[in-house]
């Protein structure tokens, strides 16, 4: 099974490629949206659409999961609708399934508590499976990953 998690945002969407076998696992993360500055908010849209896509085709994920959408997030609600509508498009385009995990079931996943900050999730993250990330996003698309190879 490969499975892909998606930490989405606007600004940059974090991705991890989780293989899972019994107790190991492989991995590997990257980020989208490093090169969208400067583009419209359309282009914007189109940019992350095409990266989706590349991974999708890419990686040949069996199934991909998404954090759902945070009401305490920076963005407004619509800019991420728009971007995790994309992202389910693409999915169904490719006949990935895609399962969504509320932001605060992914926490209580990660952490035991469905209110956990970012920095309790990161350390919690590298205590639970012994693994470090560039950045917080690649963590939480980890994190997304690990949790749908529990309920797939």
């Not at 945002?9 to 190991?24: E, I, N």
């Not at 399962?99 to 926490?107: E, F, R, Y």
């Amino acid at each position: 099974m490969r499975i892909l998690g998606i930490d989405p945002g606007l600004a940059k969407m974090a991705w991890c490629l989780l293989v899972p076998d019994g107790r190991r696992f492989d991995y590997e993360t990257g980020i989208i949206g490093k090169n969208l500055d400067g583009l419209n908010e359309i282009g914007r849209l189109a940019a992350i659409r095409d990266a989706v896509r590349a991974l999708l085709i890419g990686k040949l994920p069996n199934m991909a999961a998404m954090e759902g959408y945070s009401f305490g997030s920076k963005w407004r609600m619509a800019d991420m609708g728009e971007v995790g509508g994309i992202v389910k498009i693409a999915c169904h385009d490719a006949g990935v399934p895609l399962k969504i995990v509320a932001p605060a079931t992914l926490k209580k996943f990660v952490t035991g508590r469905g209110n956990s900050d970012k920095a309790v999730m990161r350390t919690k993250i590298f205590s639970k499976w012994k693994v470090e990330f560039g950045t917080q996003d690649e963590a939480e698309a980890f994190a997304v990953a690990q949790w749908a190879s529990r309920v797939t």
